[in-house]
DNA sequence: TAGGCCATCTGGTCCT
DNA sequence: AGGACCAGATGGCCTA
C-alpha cells in the first residue's frame, strides 16, 4: 500500500544538499529575501547613475553595502536552514525505510512461525496476536506431551504435528482460533480459567491431538490479555 | 457504521 | 553519528 506521503516524501529526499542551489535561488526564496521597503536590487545603481553622481553626504556605497551584507546573510540562513531541513528530511525518508523494512522483516517471522503452527480447514489466517498466543500454547502442549512420555503415561508417544494434523486440530478448534490461541498455558498453581478467560483444559479448543487426555486435567497458566 | 487489524510515519531513546 | 527498537498517531480496508 502506497503511503500518500510518499511520493513527495521522496521528492523531497531527492533534494540533496547538491540540489539545494536551484531550491535556494527559487524566486520565492529570492523575494523572502528581499527587505520589504527595499528598492534595492541590480536596477538600484542604475537609477542612482540616472541622479548623477552622489554627494559625500548622504553615503550612499555605506548604505549600498550594508544591504547587500543583509541580504548575503539572509540568503546564508535561508541555505543553512534548507540544508538542514534537506537533512533532517532524507535521514527521516531514510529512516521510515529501514523502520518499514524491520517490520516487514518482522511480519515474515511471523508468517514463518504461522506456517509451522497447525492450520484451520477454512486456512483462516491467525492475526499476529494469535499466531503468538497459539505459538504459546502449541509449544506449551508439545512440551507436557513430552512430559507425560517421558513419565511413561499413555497418549505421550504422539506430539501433534503441524501438517497432518491440522484438520483434527480444526475439529476442535476452527469455531475459533483466536480462542484457540488465546487458550491456557501451564502453570499448576493457577485457576484453569478465569471469567477474562473461559478457555480451560476441558473446553474443546483446548484439545490437541496426541495430546494425552491427562492433559485436559492439569491446570494451564493463561497469557493474559491486555 | 463501529470496531478490529494492519501498514506506515514519526519522534524519542538506547546502543554501537 | 547512525542504526535498532519502540510506542503513539493516523488512515485504509474489511467485516459484523
Redo the contacts with the bound molecule.
Keep these: ?1 502506497p ?4 511520493i513527495c ?1 521522496s521528492d523531497l529526499d531527492c533534494a540533496s544538499s547538491s540540489d539545494l542551489s536551484g531550491f535556494l535561488t527559487d524566486e520565492e526564496d529570492c523575494a523572502r529575501l528581499q527587505p520589504p521597503a527595499s528598492t534595492s536590487g541590480p536596477s538600484a545603481p542604475a537609477r542612482r547613475g540616472a541622479q548623477g553622481m552622489p554627494s559625500a553626504s548622504d553615503v550612499p556605497g555605506a548604505q549600498d553595502e550594508e544591504q547587500e551584507r543583509r541580504r548575503r546573510r539572509g540568503r546564508a540562513r535561508v541555505r543553512s536552514e534548507a540544508l538542514l531541513h534537506s537533512l533532517r528530511r532524507s ?10 523494512n ?3 522483516n518482522l ?1 515474515a517471522a511471523l508468517d514463518a512461525l504461522r506456517s509451522v503452527l497447525p492450520s484451520f480447514p477454512d486456512d483462516t489466517k491467525l ?3 494469535e499466531t503468538l498466543r497459539f505459538a504459546y500454547n502449541y509449544i506449551w502442549a508439545l512440551a507436557e506431551t513430552l512430559r507425560l512420555a517421558d513419565q511413561g503415561l499413555p497418549g505421550g508417544a504422539r506430539p501433534p504435528s503441524p501438517a497432518s494434523d491440522a484438520e483434527s486440530w480444526g475439529s476442535g478448534a476452527a469455531a475459533s482460533p ?1 480462542a484457540a490461541a488465546a487458550s491456557p498455558l501451564s502453570d499448576p498453581s493457577s485457576p484453569a480459567a478465569s471469567e477474562d478467560f473461559p478457555y480451560g483444559p476441558g473446553d474443546p479448543l483446548f484439545s490437541f491431538p496426541g495430546l494425552p487426555k491427562d492433559l485436559l486435567h492439569t491446570t494451564p497458566r493463561f497469557i493474559p490479555y491486555h
Design positions: 500500500m503511503a500518500p506521503l510518499e516524501l535521514r527521516r525518508v531514510k529512516a521510515n525505510d529501514r523502520e518499514r524491520r517490520m516487514h511480519n492475526t499476529k496476536i483466536c
